[in-house]
């Protein structure tokens, strides 16, 4: 005779067990515990946040409606804000007048990174240069961190959006500052030698250099990144610098990025950007365009250039504004005909710098004469703003 087994009885629940063992399991859900279980008891709830980001991962969540699914986009257009693109000044007030929110939130963030600031100085003291990334206007806090890591040392904060940076402008400033001078006092030498005597100056002192946007237009070439790299090779002087382009990375070919040696640090400030509209081209950045060449860019841009490059730049404007000349530009070869004959460039190298220089601010630009299949110099103004713009300089 087999024995046979009964299937185990299942046990029954009273409505008050129910509710107690529903309540504790709401309880495990939302992180709680009752007083018979201590906090790292294995009921607990072991947050993967600190509580300051925790703190302003829920403000953000509960204030801009994350979650809601009701959130609403604006459809305007600029022109259906009243704004006219025409008037950079109305432009860039608009601008300024924007709300910021959250800014105690921002502002609690910004000194999360600030207490990390003997650990980048550690970090500048081993060797490293250090790079800072993430959303958000950066510059406020590479100047903290500059100001808490140099203390009793001298530094120099860059400005990399600034249209009148240069390598050159850059290594000036550096050795003004480690002596204590004003660049105006320092006497004429090449790139080489002032970075020589950067080295020399670094012997008996640290130097700290924080380059903010160091991915701007005005030091975006190869050149001037290979010399920042070398910068940033000199025993005791400690180099910094931030990126916002998505791209920036690219600039950098394998020797460089050695050179460097760089520690990333993430470090999004949430923070508007309207220190570094100010600085950009407003018309060009609402309608989504490439930045447009105008009369007040490429004055500010010929105002930092050399003697030379802006009769070199005249040659090219007074061919362009001979109106016997139906190709509307001038060819590489009639160019420098014309300043070897004035002594602007003695050969076809140095011509070729200057045009680099104005081609990387886009105040020039390369053209196909449709007549004779040519390639010409072309400035892309019309023939009022260049003469104004000549008049200017």
């Known amino acids: 005779m087999t024995k046979t087994t009964k ?3 299942k046990s029954i629940r009273s409505p008050a067990s129910k509710l107690a063992a529903n309540k504790a399991k709401r309880q495990r859900q939302n992180g709680e515990h009752n007083d018979k279980d201590p906090p790292g008891s294995p009921t607990g709830f072991v947050r993967l946040f600190d509580d300051q980001s925790l703190e302003l ?5 509960h204030r801009s409606g994350y979650f809601s699914q ?13 704004i006219s693109l025409a008037n950079e000044s109305e432009l ?8 910021e929110r959250l800014q105690a939130e921002k502002q609690r963030l910004v000194q999360r990174y600030l207490s990390n600031a003997k650990r980048m100085a550690a970090q500048w003291y081993a060797g490293f240069s250090l790079l800072f990334y993430g959303y958000g206007s950066k510059y406020e806090l590479l100047k903290s961190i500059l100001k808490e890591c140099s203390v009793g040392f001298p530094a120099v904060l860059v400005d990399g959006l600034s249209t009148r940076i240069t390598y050159k402008s850059i290594l000036m400033n550096v050795l003004a500052t480690a002596r204590d001078c004003k660049t105006v006092h320092l006497p004429k030498m090449s790139e080489e030698e002032l970075l020589a005597e950067i080295k020399e100056e670094a012997k008996h002192q ?8 160091i991915d701007g237009p005005g030091l975006r070439s190869p050149n001037v990144q290979r010399g920042l790299s070398e910068l940033s090779q000199i025993e005791k002087l400690h180099f910094g610098a931030s990126i916002d382009h998505v791209n920036a990375p690219l600039i950098w070919d394998l020797q460089m990025k050695d050179r460097f040696s760089w520690v990333w640090h993430h470090v999004p400030t949430f923070k508007p950007y309207v220190r570094e509209v100010n600085l950009s081209s407003l018309p060009s950045l609402f309608l989504g365009r ?3 060449c105008t009369q007040e860019s490429a004055a500010v841009v010929l105002s930092s250039l050399s003697n030379n490059a802006r009769e070199v730049f005249r040659c090219i404007a007074d061919a362009q504004l001979d109106a016997e000349n139906a190709s509307g530009g001038i060819t590489f070869q009639t160019l420098f005909n014309v300043c070897k004959e004035r002594f602007l460039a ?10 680099t220089e104005f081609k990387d601010h886009d105040i020039l630009q390369t053209k196909r004469d449709g007549s004779t299949t040519a390639d010409v110099l072309h400035i892309p103004l019309d023939d009022t703003s260049l003469r104004t713009l000549l008049s200017l300089c």
């Open 57 to 61: 991962h829920n403000a953000v969540a």
């Open 346 to 355: 003695s050969n076809e190298n140095i011509l070729k710098a200057f045009l």
């Open 206 to 213: 640290r130097i700290f250099v924080m380059v903010s946007n």
């Open 92 to 99: 860039r007030a608009s601008v300024a007048r924007l709300p």
């Open 70 to 82: 009701k959130a609403s986009v604006s459809t305007k257009s600029v022109s259906e804000l009243g």
């Open 7 to 9: 299937p185990p009885r």
């Open 290 to 292: 490439k930045e447009a």
